[in-house]
């Protein structure tokens, strides 16, 4: 289709094609390597808090990605499928996700040649002393009737196809494209990190949740008792037994006691709507099905594993957008570094052209044209070469960025071990006082069937025990939550 006006030059074009295309092999910049993310051997490697606070961790074996339901909670399981069906913010970070993804495509399509067409009909008319009709001032003649004809009105019919390729002569593309899967990397990163957060958050909420109602029920069960110890003292100042001063200091502490009921209500709501921002639902949506349960016991927490502590860099979704991003500005190093060198673009065209449309498809109308184009930068300022060193600084910050975020990933790591640890010894002391208390009411209900003592006193020991039992169930939430925090700690997620 292509009429060149010698036959050599077909071969000398394609041979200057191929070694372009070899040349494009060539990509500038430094090539990515993954850094060597510091770590501990062992998870009590680093730690900064007493050795009492050591847990002893199962490194053989790691907990499930889906570790929530290690809890064995129908509820907080249904709850969960729920939120990553129908969170907004994890819909968001899929969005974003496939954005990274068309990106990434935008860019690679760079690599192969583009080809356009084009029609168009336009009728035109020509100046008669414009520069199409200069040349009739130095060929004389009759220059009027000539200059007449020539811009009398014409209709000029054309069609044609434009195909143009750029040779990756120094990586520009390649390294182009290799910074968009760098942030299609990230962005898959940050969809993870959605999801844990979203698990996490949930979870964490779940638990408060449940915690404050179990404060809640032990609340109104100590405030029945101390109403019904107050009951009596009232009995005993109108028979005059005591003066009115002990039953002033009785109503006083029912009154506190009733003012802590309000808060722990207002705790559950905020609690509930936290549930239900998360599941993409309208406040009080959730009251109903998330009301307290009749058995309202503490979470059984589930076999303490977490796998090796190598393996946080390699499932910490922060630690790997860190490192994504690293990679990305890499390669833009070699991008920034490809703009200053010269570029070759090869373009070709070929159609017809006719002001006559009957001739319009003859093909003694046709058009065409071939042949390379160079660009040679020459002088700009020092732009590109400032480009290129913004990008190694650029680089250098990425690379300082990620060693900040493995070590603050561990600082987590090892602050939710140890409070874990210190609540978990916490919790057994709770025990041990509500067995005491338990032990001391069952004393005192005995004494009082025996007639050794009055009710007053068993009344006294069930309210240590109820105050013993709502210090426990704040610890025994508290485990749960930092179990939760552990697994957000080491970005189990996936």
């Known amino acids: ?64 990605a889906r570790w929530w339901q290690a809890f064995n909670d129908p509820t ?97 593309v390649s390294r182009s494209i290799e910074a968009a899967d760098a942030d299609l990397d990230a962005q898959a990163a940050l969809l993870d990190l959605a999801r844990l957060a979203l698990a996490s958050d949930l979870a964490r909420n779940y638990f408060e949740l449940r915690t404050t109602q179990r404060q809640i029920h032990l609340a109104r069960e100590d405030i029945a008792a101390l109403r019904e110890r107050t009951e009596i003292l009232r009995e005993r100042v109108k028979a005059g037994v005591i003066e009115h001063g002990d039953l002033d200091r009785q109503q006083a502490e029912l009154a506190a006691l009733d003012a802590q009921l309000p808060g722990l209500l207002a705790q559950e709501g905020v609690s509930l709507n936290q549930i239900a921002l998360l599941l993409g639902e309208a406040p009080g949506g959730l009251s109903r099905e998330l009301a307290a349960p ?44 490809a703009e200053l060198y010269p570029s070759i673009r090869l373009g070709a065209h070929f159609g017809y052209e ?39 600084l650029e680089q250098q910050e990425a690379a300082v960025n990620y060693q900040r975020t493995v070590l603050q990933a561990w600082q987590e790591i090892d602050d939710a071990l140890t409070a874990y640890a210190a609540e978990l010894q916490r919790a057994e002391h709770l025990k041990d006082r509500v067995r005491s208390a ?4 069952a004393l005192s209900r005995a004494r009082y069937a025996a007639g050794a003592t009055d009710f007053i006193a068993a009344l006294d020991g069930r309210r240590s025990l109820l105050q013993a039992r709502r210090d426990l169930a704040s610890s025994e939430g508290r485990l749960s939550t930092q179990y939760v925090a552990i697994n957000k700690a080491i970005g189990n997620v996936r």
């Open 354 to 392: 006719s002001y006559l449309g009957k001739e319009f498809g003859d093909w003694r109308s046709r058009t065409w044209s071939i042949g390379p184009s160079l660009n040679l930068p020459l002088f700009d300022g020092g732009r590109r070469k400032s480009v290129v060193v913004l990008r190694e």
């Open 76 to 172: 907080l399981n249904r709850l969960e499928q729920r939120a990553f069906e129908a969170s907004p913010d994890l819909q968001s970070a899929a969005l974003r996700f496939a954005q990274a993804r068309i990106q990434r495509s935008v860019v690679s399509a760079q690599r192969g040649p583009g080809v356009d067409a084009a029609a168009a009909v336009g009728r035109q008319r020509q100046s008669e002393y414009g520069a199409a009709t200069r040349m009739l001032d130095l060929i004389g003649g009759n220059r009027a009737a000539l200059a007449q004809a020539l811009s009398r009105p014409f209709t000029l019919y054309q069609v044609g196809f434009d195909a143009s390729w750029e040779p990756d002569l120094w990586g520009r």
């Open 438 to 441: 338990a032990d001391v009411y």
């Open 294 to 337: 009749l058995d309202a016991g503490p979470a059984a927490l589930p076999d303490f594993a977490l796998g090796l502590p190598s393996e946080v860099a390699r499932r910490r979704p922060d630690i790997l957008v860190a490192e994504a991003r690293l990679h990305r500005a890499t390669a833009n190093i070699g991008v920034a570094r």
């Open 1 to 64: 289709m292509f009429e060149p006006h010698a036959p050599t030059h077909p071969l000398r074009f394609g041979l200057m094609a191929g070694a372009l295309a070899l040349a494009g092999c060539t990509a500038l910049g430094p090539d990515f390597s993954r850094p060597a993310a510091s770590g501990p051997d062992t998870w009590s490697g680093w730690h900064a808090a007493d050795e009492s606070l050591l847990l002893p961790v199962d490194a053989t074996r790691a907990l499930s």
